[in-house]
């Protein structure tokens, strides 16, 4: 008798990664890893710490590892589960830097050149633009490549990236036919540019110096609310959203990531209410939001053992997928199987 039963389709994979460079600010944890957490169910994911890409930029390297043991525990906090999804430290899967070298040999000068990163990073540290800096978006390419996800989750800094992900696998498949699959970016419709409290025009960042641009997501709930109640905004009294009202609008735009309510519905909540209610109203909101985060983060890094355990255990099975890429990718450029 013919099995009339549907196959059931193969779960999509999602990819990310995040630097170990200090505590998740609110961008981070809106624009990505948030999300993370809430597609666990639907997809298989794949999620690691980008130590590697980190010492593009001079780090202490005690406060690194330290940072790196922390990020872990941080993305278990933030509800990354590592029964269900895959979660490694990048430097411990070495196919990301042997993958990474074979993309830079198919990558051209001119196209990292218009990295906008690159760009920013190399102004910023100007007195170390190292070679690093220049290739990091195909170290980038290969920590994506090996597991051939669909998706990669990021936020909208990371899309140029993605972009040139995407080239370089056409590419590539182009040449030595079909080896990688071309993942598409899956980028937030709202929050994935956070922008800074100090600043609303600048993105929100960790290496902001002004410590009051940016929540990080293991502040006191009463430093939340009072970071908030010091964002600018503009002169005028109004709770909309706007063109031009790039303070306001930040503030919405988290407002409304958190409590899932429009911006209409936002406008008629604080209708004649001053920007005074809606800061506060803002900052209680993220400091509640923030809350589990902050205990489980607690609990978890006084387990050192179960951290290790399940970073061992990530890079085990990142390993053996990763593995079987790279192999792939040997032996179509033609290099000589040991
Ligand atoms: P990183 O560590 O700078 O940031 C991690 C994630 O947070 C997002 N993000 C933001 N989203 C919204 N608003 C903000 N203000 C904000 N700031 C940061 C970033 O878009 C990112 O999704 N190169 C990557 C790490 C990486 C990676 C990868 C990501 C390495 N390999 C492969 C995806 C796939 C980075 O430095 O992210």
């Not at 979660?87 to 899967?93: E, L």
């Amino acid at each position: 008798m013919e099995n009339t039963t549907p196959k059931p389709e193969r779960k999509k994979v999602m990819l990310s990664g995040i630097q170990p460079t200090g505590v998740f600010t609110l961008g981070n944890y809106i624009g990505a890893v948030r999300n993370w957490g809430n597609l666990q169910e639907e997809y298989n994911c794949i999620y690691f710490i980008a130590d590697l890409h980190a010492i593009t930029v001079r780090q202490d390297p005690a406060k690194l590892k330290k940072q790196t043991m922390e990020c872990f525990a941080l993305l278990l906090a933030c509800g990354i589960d590592p029964e269900k999804s895959l979660t490694f430290i990048q430097s411990h899967v070495p196919a990301h830097a042997e993958l990474s070298w074979v993309l830079s040999c198919h990558t051209q000068f001119g196209e990292l050149s218009r990295m906008t990163q690159f760009k920013d990073k190399s102004a910023k540290h100007a007195d170390n633009v190292n070679a690093g800096l220049f290739t990091y978006p195909d170290l980038m390419a290969a920590d994506i490549l090996l597991y051939k996800p669909d998706f990669v989750p990021v936020g909208a800094d990371q899309k140029q990236h993605l972009e040139l992900t995407r080239d370089v696998a056409n590419r590539f498949n182009n040449l030595y036919g079909n080896t990688f699959v071309v993942p598409e970016p899956y980028i937030p419709k709202a929050g994935a540019k956070i922008m800074s409290l100090a600043d609303p025009t600048k993105k929100m960042s960790k290496s902001d110096e002004n410590v009051n641009g940016f929540i990080s997501i293991l502040d006191d709930p009463g430093v939340i609310v009072k970071k908030f109640k010091r964002a600018v905004t503009d002169s005028e009294m109004e709770i909309a959203y706007r063109e031009g009202k790039d303070g306001i609008n930040n503030l919405m735009t988290i407002y409304s990531v958190i409590t899932g309510k429009n911006y209409e519905q936002i406008e008629q909540e604080f209708a004649g209410k001053g920007y005074g209610d809606f800061k506060t109203a803002v900052g209680e909101v993220v400091a509640e939001e923030l809350r589990p985060v902050r205990e489980n983060f607690e609990r978890y890094s006084k387990d050192k053992a179960y951290l290790q355990e399940m970073y061992r255990k990530g890079a085990e099975q990142a390993e053996r997928f990763a593995r079987r890429t790279l192999e792939k990718v040997y032996k179509k450029v033609g290099f000589l199987p040991r």
